[in-house]
Nanobody
Framework: QVQLVESGGGLVQAGGSLRLSCAASGSIFSINAMGWYSQAPGKSRELVALIKRATVINYADSVRGRFTISMDTAQNTVILQMDSLKPEDTAKYYC????????????????WGNGTLVTVSS
């Protein structure tokens, strides 16, 4: 019912920047929250940044001051601008959305993208 399509991962040197984008589509009534999680090899998935109701923003301590999350509510798109990247930022980044759908009734659920790989070389 909801598809999340991510783009923007890649390989970058330490100190560089990347911009991740995620577009949500489908039977969307409203987006309650949208953001990014990361999962490094052998580790659990962790919150990177999240926007709730397009206004409240949460960042992981490890990225605060380096990463900036923003949302285009008209396009149902969330952007993660990643600056001053460090090798420890290397992970697969997953787009997340908390969405109320309107298809045969309204339902709220969590949706995930397939992930995009970010590799930061030292």
């Amino acid at each position: 019912q909801v598809q999340l399509v991510e783009s923007g991962g890649g390989l970058v040197q330490a100190g560089g920047s990347l911009r991740l984008s995620c577009a949500a589509s489908g039977s969307i009534f409203s987006i309650n929250a949208m953001g990014w999680y990361s999962q490094a090899p052998g580790k659990s998935r962790e919150l990177v940044a999240l926007i709730k109701r397009a206004t409240v923003i949460n960042y992981a301590d490890s990225v605060r001051g380096r990463f900036t999350i923003s949302m285009d509510t008209a396009q149902n798109t969330v952007i993660l601008q990643m600056d001053s990247l460090k090798p420890e930022d290397t992970a697969k980044y997953y787009c997340y959305a908390d969405v109320t759908t309107d298809w045969g009734g309204r339902r709220r659920g969590d949706y995930w993208g397939n992930g995009t790989l970010v590799t930061v070389s030292s």
